[in-house]
């Protein structure tokens, strides 16, 4: 019998192989994919950021899970797209111009592709222009954009204003986060909304596509 718990603490515990093969084993069993998606890695991910935002888990551990998760999501995201199981939001991601840090960013992804998110990354250095056509392309909800320098905090607003240039910031939520970005200067250029870490990032993606 598939162990939908198994697999979910194959997850919070990072046995990649483990994870793998529960999922391998619960769909041959006849299990729906999203059933597997739901039970075993959102709700496995779900206590990986509550370990991280009680300071149980930090960075590596997540990573761990994160891979894990990644490891299941290749066997299942093939089913899942055959059931035409519809993710909860897509999420428009990436590290601002300028920026070349991406750790923090792909914890981010990880974090909401566990959740249940579509995640269309565009990697660092990304141009405002870059942001606008993705988000439009992918009809992404959300668009999160990192960034780690003050010299790069910048490209966030000028990023945000391309958005209004091309007459579309109210189609998308755009998110912020990085070590400098504050809640403040958030409000200042206009986000909808921040988060100091990537198990809080989840909840606010949350809160914007139910806004
Ligand atoms: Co750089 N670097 N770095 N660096 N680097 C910092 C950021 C720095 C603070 C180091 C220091 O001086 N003490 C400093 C910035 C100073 C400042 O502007 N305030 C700095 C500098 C100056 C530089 C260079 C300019 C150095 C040089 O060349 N002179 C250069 C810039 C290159 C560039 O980007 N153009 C540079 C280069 C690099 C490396 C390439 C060597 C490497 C990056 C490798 C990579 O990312 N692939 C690197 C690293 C690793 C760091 C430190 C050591 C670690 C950053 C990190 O990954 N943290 C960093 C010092 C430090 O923080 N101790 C430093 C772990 C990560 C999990 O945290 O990214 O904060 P973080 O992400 C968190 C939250 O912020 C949040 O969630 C994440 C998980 O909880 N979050 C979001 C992040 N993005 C989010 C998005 C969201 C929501 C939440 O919504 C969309």
């Known amino acids: 019998m598939a162990d939908l718990n198994a ?25 729906a994919p999203q059933t597997v998606l739901n039970e075993g890695l959102i709700a496995g991910m779900n206590v990986v950021g509550q ?19 990644q490891q299941s999501m290749q066997v299942l995201k093939p089913k899942l797209a055959e059931t035409g199981a519809e993710p909860i939001g897509k999420v428009v991601i990436g590290t ?25 990354d565009l990697g660092v250095d990304v141009k405002p222009e870059d ?10 909800q959300i668009v999160g954009m990192s ?23 109210d189609k998308v939520k755009i998110m912020i986060g990085g070590a400098p970005v504050t809640q403040e200067f958030a409000n200042r250029i206009g986000a ?10 989840v909840d606010l ?7």
């Open 7 to 31: 697999l979910a603490e194959a997850i919070i515990k990072g046995k990649a192989p483990v994870a793998r093969q529960l999922t391998e084993e619960a769909l041959a069993e006849g299990v």
């Open 205 to 211: 993606a949350k809160a914007l596509i139910a806004a």
């Open 51 to 69: 370990k991280f935002k009680a300071n149980e888990y930090y960075v590596p551990e997540v990573l761990i899970a994160a891979r894990a998760m």
């Open 131 to 140: 942001f606008v056509k993705a988000a439009l392309d992918a009809g992404a």
């Open 96 to 120: 601002v111009q300028g920026d070349l840090h991406d750790i923090g960013k792909n914890l981010v992804a990880m974090m909401l592709e566990g959740a249940g998110f579509e995640i269309i």
């Open 147 to 169: 960034a780690l320098l003050t010299t790069t905090m910048p490209a966030m607003e000028t990023t945000i204003n391309q958005f209004k240039e091309q007459g579309v910031r």
């Open 192 to 201: 909808d909304g921040y988060s100091p870490d990537a198990a809080s990032a």
